[in-house]
């Protein structure tokens, strides 16, 4: 599922009816993932490396100062398809140093540390530091999470929205459009609690279940939400019980382990990616209908699947969007 369609217009409505939000104040001064950055002026432009980030700076206005994009998992939010198809794609996955340095950015914005960290794929933020080019990584990949361990990192905190507020306030601060980011905000935790209060009402109490990203090979273990992310926080917020043990971010469980904790629903993984077979979410539903063990869950058998956007299950803008996804499905499988 993606963002309403009317999601720019009730932006706009937002900034109108809130206060005169004073224009930053440069130089501008902030701690990021451990790192301090200072502006003395709005950069004039951005690459992005990541879908979060990108779709971020659209949300704030700021499409005109994005001069290429990168690491993509399925179609940008449909309001900003026509802008998105005028700005360059430097790479559908991990773009090389070279292709973002060309674009001579102001900043580069970025999804996941291990893109751009310590150990970075792309480059080091001490690498882009010395051309004088300043990396910004969302929160979300950074607070309360150990990138060092695990294939895609390990939390010692639970999720929050909280850290893609932050994220939004602080692009909005770095480019001079503070109202624009406050809007937004408070669009995207307006639509946060009302989707909790759809849940609640249910009153769940003994549901559980397992989000499925991917697979390497279709008939081996597969890459689920462990208990301490995005898709972790949904499951609390809306009444669920993860069935998966594991601070790593996404965890390779065994579906032996997963049909003996029998999820009362099962939600996969739907992307426009094609690294791996497992990645086609029709593909994945074949396999949990035929193979002999995962056949015998319960949410097979009753048919409690629901598809959700790839994208949403990471941290970005559109985990509200899976919210009320979730919200919506849940009751229609009569849970308790």
């Not at 001490?126 to 929160?139: C, K, M, N, V």
């Not at 499905?329 to 849970?335: D, Q, R, T, V, W």
């Amino acid at each position: 599922m993606f963002l309403k369609s009317t999601l720019t217009g009730l932006l706009l409505a937002g900034a109108a009816m809130l206060p005169a939000a004073a224009e930053t104040s440069y130089p501008l001064k902030l701690s990021n993932c451990g790192i301090g950055l200072s502006f003395d002026e709005a950069p004039e432009s951005a690459v992005t490396v990541g879908q979060a980030a990108t779709e971020i700076l659209y949300s704030l206005g700021l499409a005109d100062k994005v001069a290429g994009t990168s690491v993509w998992f399925t179609e940008i939010l449909p309001e900003f398809s026509e802008t998105n198809a005028g700005i360059e794609r430097l790479a559908d996955n991990d773009p090389s140093f070279e292709s973002v340095v060309a674009k001579r950015p102001g900043i580069v914005t970025v999804q996941y540390e291990w893109h751009v960290g310590p150990q970075g794929i792309v480059a080091t933020r001490e690498q882009f530091s010395d051309l004088g080019i300043p990396t910004y990584i969302l929160p979300s990949d950074c607070t309360g999470k150990d990138n060092s361990k695990g294939s895609d990192g390990t939390r010692s905190d639970m999720y929050a929205m909280e850290s893609i507020y932050r994220g939004v306030s602080d692009l909005g601060q770095i480019f001079d459009v503070a109202d624009k980011g406050e809007a937004l905000i408070t669009d995207l935790k307006s639509r946060e609690a009302a989707a909790i209060d759809k849940a609640k009402a249910l009153g769940l109490k003994d549901a559980s279940a397992v989000f499925w990203f991917s697979s390497a090979e279709m008939d081996i273990d597969p890459y689920v939400a462990g208990r301490k992310g995005p898709p972790a926080y949904m499951m609390n917020a809306l009444g669920l019980k993860n069935v998966v043990d594991s601070d790593e971010e996404w965890p390779v469980v065994s579906w032996e382990t997963i049909a003996r904790a029998n999820p009362s629903v099962i939600v996969v993984a739907k992307m426009d990616r094609r690294r791996f077979e497992a990645d086609d979410y029709e593909k994945k539903i074949g396999f949990l209908k035929s193979d002999p063990v995962t056949s015998q869950m319960d949410a097979v058998k009753n048919d409690r699947i629901i598809v959700l956007d790839a994208h949403a299950m990471d941290p970005s803008i559109r985990n509200i969007d899976a919210l009320e996804t979730l919200a919506g499905a849940l009751p229609k499988f009569g849970l308790k």
